[in-house]
């Protein structure tokens, strides 16, 4: 079993819609949380950090980490199509520690 | 464009073959990650340097090294290649060698390595 699981899609949205994209995990001692978007041919962009738990909101992403389920969600309120892209999450128990990535959701949304 | 260069973009070589595949980090960046990229594993993180020391290291074959040089460029060498290791491989940095939210690392475009 993998320490990070997260569902590879692809989703398919209409533009304007509510995405919700997540990730398990097992490991019980990881802290820091992150979502990465990765468009085609480029390398990963940092988009939410998080630590511990709880809920982060920038512009029309929110980040929620629930520990006790270990899941995390990433929510895009009002999807766009430049939001098409491939969604990674990462998580380390330690800031200094190496991350461990899911494989990441493939998201499109069409006009 | 992120700041970190990663050349060359594209390499293609044989299996057995040794390849060298190199990392300029942002102005100022003093930490540089690997990581490795492929379809069924996802992204796995290789190594971190930090100012010229390996600082953490993961699931990287010993067939695979890499180093941190005085400019701070880094390289990573990938030798007796196999099919498998035909990937995307990342280099990213940051200022330092904790991950917060205002020093997270930053990814180049990466190189795709293909063995054939």
């Known amino acids: 079993q993998k320490e990070v699981e997260q569902d590879p899609g692809p989703l398919s949205v209409p533009e304007g819609a509510i995405v919700s994209l997540n990730c398990t995990y097992s490991n019980s001692a990881f802290q820091y949380f992150m979502w990465y978007r990765q468009y085609s041919r480029k390398g990963p962009e940092l988009l939410m950090y998080?630590?511990?738990?709880g809920n982060k909101e920038d512009g029309r992403f929110t980040a929620q980490v629930d520990k006790s389920s270990k899941y995390i969600s990433l929510f895009i309120r009002d999807s766009q199509p430049s939001d098409s892209a491939t969604y990674l999450c990462?998580?380390?128990?330690?800031?200094?520690?190496?991350?461990?990535f899911g494989t990441g959701t493939r998201l499109q949304v069409f006009p | 464009d992120s700041g970190v260069t990663q050349t060359p973009k594209h390499l293609i070589t044989a299996t057995g073959q040794r390849v060298t595949l190199r990392c300029s980090p942002r102005s100022g960046d003093l930490s540089v990650y690997w990581y490795q990229q492929s379809l069924d594993q996802g992204l796995q993180f290789l190594i971190q340097?930090?100012?010229?020391?390996?600082?953490a290291k993961g699931n990287i074959l010993e067939r695979f090294s890499a180093q941190q040089f005085p400019d701070l460029h880094s390289e990573l060498n990938l030798s007796s290649l196999e099919l498998g290791d035909s990937a995307l491989y990342f280099c990213?940095?940051?200022?330092?060698?904790?991950?917060?939210?205002?020093?997270?690392?930053?990814f180049g475009q990466g190189t795709r390595l293909t063995v054939v």
């Open positions: 340097y930090y100012n010229g020391e390996e600082r």
């Open positions: 998080t630590y511990s738990s």
């Open positions: 990213a940095s940051s200022p330092s060698v904790a991950r917060t939210e205002n020093t997270e690392a930053f």
């Open positions: 990462a998580m380390s128990p330690d800031n200094t520690d190496k991350l461990i």
